[in-house]
């Protein structure tokens, strides 16, 4: 063990994975902690109304982002592949296809939301018919916003595709911190969510900017525009759709669920479902954050490798991944009802604290697909990893519509447990690529691709 820490010090690609993961994990802590400092100064001064509209345009911006940025992985993929190849043109190409696709999704959402907000607001607030202007205005600085974060998602590609996490997460991080902090300002001024809304626009129009430039003085001049050439579409799309159609999934099992809650046991079951869901979402979303190097990294690695470089890696990351689970999940499954009391207060716990414990658990059996989830992905088996994540949200569904009505609460909790399980069959494909036989050929025949081309 000591010589097996000897040798990862010594590596370059370790320390590299490190400082990758650590980057990623703060950037995922970085923001909710900044926002649960802020967020009883901000309920306090703004009200619910205005809270809740801020929330809800947040909301917005952030499941429409995957929707438009959905095609990233696949540009992920093989940037990093050409990269570890050393074949900027096709990178670049890729990039260019990212961003075409990227842009022509984030304005189409952002024209649904655009032209949508009157009708969305009319439906959100319809007692509050003052707050229905200024909600509209929100909404449209939201769109705005979308199509901004669509741009420079590109950029972070770019850098990501290069394994270098730090530029883009301390851009990332210091904006949306400041974009709080201005928050906090404007609400002390006597300014709205609408102020707000505006705030954000600016600071994500600086972001965008500076995630470009670190881009350019990372990997070179790249003369990024809206350009597809054939082959680099095909590559991307091929992959592309179906990943747009897992983040798609992962989407549902985010926000679809507290629909329903809300439309069979009531309003007020959200929040208390709300609250549980956002205190087990760290256990999949920090570590999914910290191992996101991963996907690059073997991809770019993917392109000329032996079976016995592959499989240690793997390995070792699903180690990191179960003991990580394990270590997140464990404390929130046994001790719900201290957290709760401790956050929340007493009465909160009492009623909510049994969800919590198996709302945790649900994301404790999601959080340990994600080795897997990553690998496949870099070994070009999108398919099946969208398709196994697509029936576990769909079992997800049709678990909360079945037992909610009949359990409350806690029946929509136990729904959400019927996801995980189903993504974790991904480990049978991915032990069967990683035999020594099957690798062996894969790897020659990517050398010979390679040489070749």
Not at 328 to 334: A, F, M
Not at 433 to 443: C, I, N, P, Q
């Amino acid at each position: 063990m000591r010589a097996w820490l000897q040798s990862l010090r010594a590596s370059a690609r370790a320390r590299t994975g490190l400082r990758n993961a650590l980057y990623g994990a703060a950037e995922y802590i970085a923001m909710p902690a900044t926002m649960l400092l802020a967020t009883p100064f901000l309920l306090h001064r703004l009200g619910a109304a205005q809270y809740g509209l801020w929330m809800a345009a947040t909301a917005a911006i952030t499941s429409s982002s995957y929707i438009s940025t959905g095609f990233g992985d696949a540009a992920l993929k093989y940037a990093s592949a050409y990269r570890g190849a050393e074949q900027r043109e096709k990178v670049e190409a890729t990039l260019h296809v990212n961003l075409t696709i990227n842009l022509a999704l984030g304005i189409v959402v952002a024209i649904l939301i655009w032209y949508g907000a009157p009708l969305l607001v009319r439906r959100l607030f319809p007692a509050a018919p003052m707050l229905q202007a200024t909600a509209a205005g929100v909404f449209r600085i939201a769109s705005a916003i979308l199509v901004i974060r669509s741009v420079e998602s590109v950029f972070v590609a770019a850098l990501r595709a290069y394994e270098r996490y730090g530029p883009a997460v301390q851009i990332n991080v210091v904006a949306r911190v400041i974009t709080i902090v201005w928050a906090c300002v404007l609400v002390a001024r006597g300014r709205g969510v609408l102020y707000i809304m505006a705030a954000t626009l600016v600071f994500s129009s600086i972001s965008a900017a500076l995630q470009m430039w670190a881009a350019h003085r990372i990997t070179g001049p790249l003369a990024l525009c809206p350009h597809i050439t054939r082959q680099a579409f095909a590559e991307v799309f091929r992959f592309g759709c179906f990943s747009w159609l897992q983040t798609l999934a992962g989407c549902v099992f985010s926000y679809a669920d507290r629909l329903v809650v809300g439309v069979l046991l009531g309003a007020s079951s959200i929040a208390y479902y709300t609250v549980c869901v956002q205190a087990a979402q760290p256990i999949h979303g920090l570590i999914a954050a910290a191992l996101h190097f991963t996907f690059p990294h073997l991809s770019a690695r993917m392109a000329a490798v032996s079976p016995g470089e592959i499989r240690p890696i793997v390995r070792a990351v699903l180690a990191l991944n179960i003991a990580l689970t394990f270590v997140l999940c464990i404390p929130l499954v046994l001790g719900s009802r201290l957290v709760l009391k401790l956050w929340m207060g007493a009465v909160f716990a009492q009623q909510t604290w049994m969800v919590l414990s198996v709302v945790a658990a649900g994301f404790g059996l999601l959080a340990l697909n994600i080795t897997g989830h990553y690998a496949l992905l870099a070994l070009e088996q999108v398919k099946l990893v969208a398709i196994l994540n697509v029936l576990g949200s769909l079992a997800m569904l049709a678990g909360v519509v079945f037992l909610a009505p009949r359990y409350g609460l806690i029946g929509a909790a136990i729904g959400r447990l019927f996801y995980g399980p189903i993504t974790l069959i991904m480990y049978l494909r991915l032990h069967s690529m990683l035999s020594a036989k099957r690798t062996s050929r894969a790897g020659v025949r990517r050398i010979v691709a390679i040489e070749e081309g």
